[in-house]
């Protein structure tokens, strides 16, 4: 990673001050999707940010640069650009002879590059290691004290989620072989969630509002559920006990209605994470884009709805970390369903 300093005008979203019109939803995408770097702040009309490495493979050779090279997608690189519109917007693909102009012709490279969110993932990964590794070893040394300091605030998320989701959802004789997989994905959501809502590196991301890491959870979910399923959750999706045979036969109706839920379950969890987290995003930058639109407008139009956005956007980031752990919460307890009823004997 690279910090550099951006003394170019060519900025997608221009605060008030650089002369050029603020784009509000060019300014809320840019925060709310991935990136190849990382803009810090701007003061003036320099702009500060970590620029990401680029890895590319393309026709059988790598490639590695700093995404500094691409100027925020203004410019082009040994015939790669990041582009700018189309449903490859925002990825990188090949340019024609150098210029700016997309080879629609070619296939797209793979895209091996450190974005911002793989920071976030890698930090959040490290930070979950180094915290846990440190709580166990201080039981491990010390078994029969109290628990102090950052311990106390861990043991009893530890023992909710012990008890409360995973006991009472999967049961009293199979809950302490999914406990590890239940404790582990609720505070790596918990944890990105928080970190989300921290306006300074290597918080501010949206990471957990990534389509793409609550679609890989989801599946996590997905995949497991399956392979624990015993006979019988797969006798009550095929064959459903109770139903009436011509809700099965000629026409399979409920089988149909059990195999799709097996895939509407994931689904649900995906959109449900990813929704919550990116619209608490929307609607805090949307308060205070509010404050610079008018602001732009007439001065002071701006300083008065500063009044009402600022006590909401705070009012909003509070919700916020509430959101934060039922979102970690209900993910966790749906799955801890999931799982009950695949490993669920029959009566």
């Known amino acids: 990673m690279l910090l550099q300093i951006n003394t170019s005008q060519s900025v997608k979203a221009a605060p008030v001050g650089t002369g050029e019109d603020?784009?509000?939803?060019?300014?809320?995408?840019?925060?709310?999707?991935?990136?190849?770097?990382?803009?810090?702040?701007?003061?003036?009309?320099?702009?500060?940010?970590?620029?990401?490495p680029v890895i590319l493979y393309y026709n059988q050779n790598f490639y590695f640069f700093s995404s500094r090279r691409f100027d925020h997608g203004y410019k082009s690189y040994k015939g790669f650009k990041i582009e700018s519109e189309g449903p490859h917007k925002g990825k990188i693909v090949r340019t024609i002879d150098g210029t700016m102009k997309t080879d629609h012709d070619a296939s797209r490279p793979l895209d091996f590059s450190i974005t911002k969110h793989v920071v976030v993932?890698?930090?959040?990964?490290?930070m979950l290691i180094v915290i846990f590794l440190t709580i166990a070893k201080k039981y491990k040394r010390h078994p029969n004290e109290p628990p102090s300091g950052f311990q106390s605030l861990i043991e009893p998320l530890i023992i909710f989620i012990r008890d409360d989701v995973a006991?009472?959802?999967?049961?009293?004789e199979k809950f302490e072989k999914y406990t590890p997989y239940l404790l582990t994905l609720f505070f790596f959501i918990f944890f990105n969630n928080l970190l989300g809502l921290i306006p300074i590196f290597p918080g501010g991301a949206n990471f957990t509002g990534d389509i793409t890491v609550a679609m890989t959870l989801a599946l996590f979910t997905f995949i497991i559920t399956?392979?624990?399923g015993t006979k019988t959750y797969w006798v009550h999706i095929f064959n459903t006990p109770g139903v009436p045979w011509y809700m099965k036969f000629?026409?399979?109706l409920m089988p149909i209605i059990e195999v799709a839920s097996m895939f509407i379950k994931p689904f649900v969890l995906m959109v449900r994470l990813f929704a919550n987290i990116t619209a608490g995003h929307l609607i805090v930058l949307g308060f205070i884009s509010l404050i610079i639109i008018?602001?732009?407008?007439?001065?002071?139009?701006?300083?008065?709805?500063?009044?009402?956005?600022?006590?909401?956007a705070v009012f909003m980031s509070l919700v916020e970390l509430i959101v934060a752990f039922i979102q970690a919460y209900v993910f966790t307890l749906l799955t801890a369903l999931y799982f009950g009823v695949a490993v669920e004997e029959s009566h």
Do not use: C, R
């Not at 006991?167 to 009293?172: H, L, N, R, W, Y």
């Open 294 to 312: 008018l602001g732009q407008i007439n001065m002071l139009i701006g300083y008065s709805i500063t009044i009402v956005s600022v006590p909401l």
């Open 226 to 228: 399956q392979i624990i």
């Open 250 to 252: 000629p026409i399979p």
């Open 22 to 52: 603020f784009d509000a939803g060019a300014m809320i995408i840019d925060h709310v999707i991935d990136a190849h770097e990382w803009h810090l702040f701007s003061i003036g009309d320099k702009h500060y940010s970590i620029y990401l």
């Open 121 to 126: 993932l890698f930090f959040s990964i490290i």
């Open 167 to 172: 006991k009472s959802a999967i049961g009293q």
